[in-house]
């Protein structure tokens, strides 16, 4: 399976910035052969700028892209919204539902991310599912317990390993510089996919990415560690060469 390399810009970028870093990523996939045959690039640009995006990546197959979030509605009355159906008019292929940022600064719920991940899934995109326990709940050794709860009350009904993603992100390290060592990785991982394969046939081929101060130094050992499918990159997304030395 090829690894999933997301790049999170979140609220960045002016336009010209968007097109310059565009262009950057699709011209350093290009040069690197190695970078094409291991690895999947998805781009999650700001809302306004998917059209840029869309049209600096023409037909290129390497990069696809998607946004950081979509409504938990179908249409409607609903002012400021993004309807899923909207981003698949807009040839995204991918949505982020439940990053942290939206859990903390809009109080979304374990319920809205999963009406909004089925809406993902129903308009035939693929949806990214965060989860993560914050500091204060891995002190009090609840990490396990909070994701657990989190990972099965967010799951969209329907999800399958090829319209769903888990994207473990321990809050504390994001955006923090504090990134979960190797082996906290590999635990809460695998404690992952074992509870996926309490609910999923194919929970083994389910993509679980890491997400959390992920850099050229600690992203390819972080990629080389069991259950790892990939990783979601905020902060040095925002520079195509580091962007791209996470993939090695
Ligand atoms: C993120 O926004 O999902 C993220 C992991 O950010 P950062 O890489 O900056 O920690």
């Given at each position: 399976m090829k690894k999933l390399i997301?790049?999170?810009?979140?609220?960045?970028?002016?336009?010209?910035?968007?097109?310059?870093?565009?262009?950057?990523?699709?011209?350093?996939?290009?040069?690197?052969?190695?970078?094409?045959?291991?690895?999947?690039?998805?781009?999650?640009?700001p809302?306004?700028?998917?059209?840029?995006?869309?049209?600096a990546l023409g037909n290129h197959t390497f990069i696809s892209f998607g946004a950081q979030d979509c409504s938990p509605h179908d249409k409607g009355a609903y002012t400021g919204d993004i309807s899923a159906s909207m981003l698949k008019d807009s040839a995204c292929t991918y949505a982020i539902?439940?990053?942290s940022e939206?859990?903390?600064?809009?109080?979304?719920?374990?319920a809205d991310i999963k009406a909004k991940a089925e809406q993902v899934i129903k308009n035939g995109m693929t949806a990214i599912v965060c989860i993560g326990e914050t500091q204060e709940e891995r002190d009090g050794g609840r990490a396990e317990e909070v994701v657990q709860k989190q990972l099965f009350e967010s799951l969209p009904a329907g999800a399958h390993a090829r319209n769903t993603?888990?994207?473990?992100?321990?809050?504390?390290?994001?955006?923090?510089?504090?990134?979960?060592?190797?082996?906290?990785?590999?635990?809460?991982?695998?404690?992952?996919?074992?509870?996926?394969e309490e609910k999923l046939a194919d929970a083994e081929n389910m993509r679980i990415l890491y997400g959390g101060s992920v850099n050229p130094e600690n992203g390819?050992?972080?990629?080389?560690?069991?259950?790892?499918?990939?990783?979601?990159?905020?902060?040095?997304?925002?520079?195509?060469?580091d962007f791209l030395a996470i993939a090695g």
């Open positions: 997301a790049g999170n810009w979140k609220m960045n970028c002016s336009l010209e910035e968007a097109k310059l870093l565009i262009a950057d990523v699709i011209n350093g996939v290009y040069q690197n052969q190695a970078l094409q045959g291991d690895n999947e690039f998805v781009i999650f640009p809302f306004i700028y998917l059209p840029t995006v869309r049209h539902a439940g990053h939206r859990r903390k600064y809009h109080c979304e719920s374990n993603v888990i994207a473990y992100e321990p809050v504390w390290a994001i955006g923090t510089g504090k990134t979960a060592s190797e082996t906290d990785i590999l635990m809460m991982h695998s404690f992952i996919r074992e509870a996926l390819p050992g972080i990629l080389k560690t069991p259950n790892v499918d990939g990783v979601l990159v905020g902060g040095a997304s925002l520079k195509a060469q």
